[in-house]
């Protein structure tokens, strides 16, 4: 595999990663040495593209997405809106540059409509975005606008049925609404794909409890305090069941 390598001869030293990860599964020399080789095969096609259509859209992604890697905030915008003005209908790129926006330390408070408008458009360009609707879901539910918030984590959720995030936001948003009931299906789909998450048992039992249905609400109280490694359940939900506070 170094040979090949060496030698330039990519096709063939993918092939011999392949047969030694397959012959030696988790040997720690294997994975070393893969980790360093699809590396070098990243760095030497980025260079491959660099040269062959500098001024590609692919190209500006990549820079954009080292600068975004760098914290080089201007530069990462500066790439991405140049690739907006090649091709304004290009997928992908609105909801980067919206995710990038978002990522600003400090960001002045304009700065989240104008991702916000970045997402939308990304919507307008692909309807099929489930990153796009869960990030404006975000947004609504830290704005407290609860209405719209489910509307946009529901999107997502039947855009991606096993984005565990989207559901727990269907769910929390519900639940806020005081839409209790509605609350447990959502929760339930994110207890399932997220079952490591604390948040998600919690906020089914907060759902469970205010629905009545005490017995199933204690059961994932019990399981939040067990992950949080809370064995006092000193905090209380309002509805009278015993909890441990929310991470």
């Not at 001869?9 to 720690?28: C, G, V």
């Not at 995030?165 to 839409?179: I, P, Q, R, T, Y």
């Not at 948040?199 to 939040?224: C, D, M, P, V, W």
């Not at 949080?228 to 359940?233: A, F, H, K, L, M």
Request: aromatic share 8%.
């Amino acid at each position: 595999m170094r040979c090949a390598m060496t030698l330039n001869q990519f096709d063939q030293a993918q092939d011999f990663l392949q047969a030694l990860n397959r012959e030696f599964p988790h040997d720690p020399e294997v994975l070393y040495v893969s980790i360093h080789a699809y590396s070098d095969l990243a760095s030497r096609k980025a260079q491959e593209l660099a040269q062959t259509a500098p001024q590609s859209p692919q190209a500006h992604e990549l820079n954009a997405e080292a600068f975004e890697q760098q914290g080089k905030w201007d530069q990462a915008e500066k790439e991405y809106r140049g690739i907006l003005q090649q091709n304004p209908k290009l997928p992908g790129i609105h909801f980067r540059l919206g995710r990038l926006l978002l990522s600003r330390p400090n960001p002045a408070p304009e700065v989240a409509q104008e991702a916000k408008k970045e997402f939308e458009e990304e919507l307008q360009i692909d309807p099929s975005n489930a990153g796009a609707e869960y990030v404006l879901g975000e947004m609504a539910r830290q704005a407290q606008s609860w209405n719209e918030a489910a509307t946009h984590f529901s999107r997502a959720t039947k855009l991606d049925e096993t984005f565990g995030d989207a559901f727990l936001g269907l769910g929390e948003s519900l639940a806020a609404a005081k839409k209790f009931s509605d609350s447990i299906a959502p929760l339930q789909a994110a207890v399932r794909l997220e079952p490591q998450n604390p948040a998600t048992h919690y906020n089914l039992a907060i759902a469970y409890s205010r629905s009545g249905r005490k017995q199933e609400a204690e059961k994932e109280f019990a399981i939040h305090r067990q992950m949080t490694g809370d064995s006092n359940g000193s905090a209380a939900d309002p509805s009278g069941a015993a909890t441990a506070p929310q991470n």
